[in-house]
């Protein structure tokens, strides 16, 4: 059975840091790429970032470029998500997904095109 899991959310004040895992059962998680999406209250679901299954090439969005990053860790089946100097408006439940296509950075981070999706970890960012 597929299965992805968030983990390390939780309340940080600004300024500070989280890291967020997606942790895969019942497939390898190497052959996919990997994205991360956002939902705040009353938001639409945004894409935060994406690694790919081909080349390792990366994407992020403007408002986390320069301070989240995204990673592979293919012995634990894991893909995380720094997140360094946080701000209120990263408040958020954070979703990773996972495609099956092929995807590099040169293309468009499509929420559609994602087959699995984890529950969701909620990221809180408030003094």
């Known amino acids: 059975q597929v299965h992805l899991m968030e983990s390390g959310g939780g309340l940080v004040q600004p300024g500070g840091s989280l890291r967020l895992s997606c942790a895969a059962s019942g497939f390898t998680l190497d052959y996919y790429a990997i994205g991360w999406f956002r939902q705040a209250p009353g938001k639409e679901r945004e894409g935060v970032s994406c690694i790919s299954n081909m080349d390792g090439s990366t994407y992020y969005a403007d408002s986390v470029k320069g301070r989240f990053t995204i990673s592979r860790d293919n012995a634990k089946n894991t893909v995380y998500l720094q997140m360094n100097n946080l701000k209120p408006e990263d408040t958020a439940v954070y979703y990773c997904?996972?495609?099956?296509?092929?995807?590099?950075?040169?293309?468009?981070?499509?929420?559609?095109?994602?087959?699995?999706w984890g529950q969701g970890a909620q990221v809180t960012v408030s003094s």
């Open positions: 997904a996972a495609m099956a296509a092929l995807w590099t950075a040169a293309q468009a981070m499509d929420e559609v095109a994602f087959d699995h």
